[in-house]
Structures are given as structure tokens and as C-alpha cells.
T-cell receptor, first 114, second 112 residues
Framework: AQSVTQLDSHVSVSEGTPVLLRCNYSSSYSPSLFWYVQHPNKGLQLLLKYTSAATLVKGINGFEAEFKKSETSFHLTKPSAHMSDAAEYFCVVSDMNRDDKIIFGKGTRLHILP | GAGVSQSPSNKVTEKGKDVELRCDPISGHTALYWYRQSLGQGLEFLIYFQGNSAPDKSGLPSDRFSAERTGGSVSTLTIQRTQQEDSAVYLC??????????FGSGTRLTVV
């Protein structure tokens, strides 16, 4: 069975400082992992995905995530936060090779302080 | 089409009425998912279709909820005798192996 845990429901950072959104997963298979972002009153948008290629994945808007199998983690980072990054972020796990159903974390709301 | 299309984008209905929500997935995508997002809550899995296999209905919250997917393409989520707790944004997503998931913009359902 697969599961995903987002360790923080809310994260607040100052504009220009680094962002770290934590995600731990559990999977019986080699997982595929994704981060999605949802801005207020908008649909979900794919930020980046890991599908067993490079462990450091670069996404849109300067975000990146590193797959660490030993720690079963896939934390999302950005070196310097921008006001436009304020949104809700979802970590997702799935086994793409089996096209199994996707499991969402509960989300982390990112607040950017001026 | 270019993306996943959901209709209607907004639906207000009276308690006790039935509603149908429609999802047009990306052409050729074999997998289709329904989720819902209630105010202040994360995404809740509802149902999953994969090709011609029997759907995974394990997330449907009650027998008032049902979904079908005709011809392996368009899907309809039906909620019978709607209740106020059914108010949420209903999201549809489709996928094909190794290509990630694409979400529709959702249907915002309000039960009054």
C-alpha cells in the first residue's frame, strides 16, 4: 500500500528566503512522486515529477525536489521565495508503471511574508 | 482535446436533488480519476477507472455517489439526493503511463 505524509500543514517564510516543504512516502513498489501546486481559486498544476531517472528533479518556477530512498523523502525546495509562491502544495505518490491510483498528501499551505 | 475538461464549472443545487458532473479526459489517456476537495481539506480520492478494468470505487463516500465511464473516454459522476456536506470542488484527472497526471479545473458544487 502506498501513502504520503506532508509533515507541515502550514509553512511561513519571508520573501527572498529559502523554502522547504517536507514530504515522506511509503510505497511497496518503486514509486513515482509528484509535487502539485494550487493557487487560490485555481486548478492544480504540476510542479515537477520523479519517475526513477535523476534523483534531483527540477521543476517550474525555480522549484526542485530530491528523491532520497534511504529516507523515503521527496522534499520540495526553492532557494528564494517570491510572493507569487503563496499557494497550497500537494505531494503525490503513485506507481506509474502500474498506473495505480494516485495518493495525495493533505497539503501544505505556503505563506510568504513581505 | 488539449486538456481535461470538466463541466459545469459551477453548480448550485437544492438539497435532495440529483446532480451530474462531467469529465472529458485527454484523448488516449487510459486512466481517469475523480477527487473532491472540501473547504479547508485536502484532496479526497473518490473513484478510479483504468482501461476496461473494473473501477476502483473504494473512495465513494456513500451509495448516493456513482460514476461511469462510457467508451473508455467521458466520465460522469452522479450524486443522488444531494446533501450539504456534498458541497466541494470535484476534480477529474487523467493519465497515461509515465506521462503524469493532468487535472481539470474542477466543478464547484454548492448544495443549498
Amino acid at each position: 500500500a502506498q501513502s504520503v505524509t506532508q509533515l507541515d500543514s502550514h509553512v511561513s517564510v519571508s520573501e527572498g528566503t529559502p523554502v522547504l516543504l517536507r514530504c515522506n512516502y511509503s510505497s511497496s513498489y518503486s514509486p513515482s512522486l509528484f509535487w502539485y501546486v494550487q493557487h487560490p481559486n485555481k486548478g492544480l498544476q504540476l510542479l515537477l515529477k520523479y519517475t526513477s531517472a535523476a534523483t534531483l528533479v527540477k521543476g517550474i518556477n525555480g522549484f526542485e525536489a530530491e528523491f532520497k530512498k534511504s529516507e523515503t523523502s521527496f522534499h520540495l525546495t526553492k532557494p528564494s521565495a517570491h510572493m507569487s509562491d503563496a499557494a497550497e502544495y500537494f505531494c503525490v505518490v503513485s506507481d506509474m508503471n502500474r498506473d495505480d491510483k494516485i495518493i495525495f498528501g493533505k497539503g501544505t499551505r505556503l505563506h510568504i511574508l513581505p | 482535446g488539449a486538456g481535461v475538461s470538466q463541466s459545469p464549472s459551477n453548480k448550485v443545487t437544492e438539497k435532495g436533488k440529483d446532480v451530474e458532473l462531467r469529465c472529458d479526459p485527454i484523448s488516449g489517456h487510459t486512466a481517469l480519476y475523480w477527487y473532491r476537495q472540501s473547504l479547508g481539506q485536502g484532496l479526497e480520492f473518490l473513484i478510479y477507472f483504468q482501461g476496461n478494468s473494473a473501477p476502483d470505487k473504494s473512495g465513494l463516500p456513500s451509495d448516493r455517489f456513482s460514476a461511469e465511464r462510457t467508451g473508455g473516454s467521458v466520465s460522469t459522476l452522479t450524486i443522488q439526493r444531494t446533501q450539504q456536506e456534498d458541497s466541494a470542488v470535484y476534480l477529474c484527472a487523467s493519465s497515461l503511463f509515465s506521462q503524469g497526471y493532468t487535472f481539470g479545473s474542477g466543478t464547484r458544487l454548492t448544495v443549498v
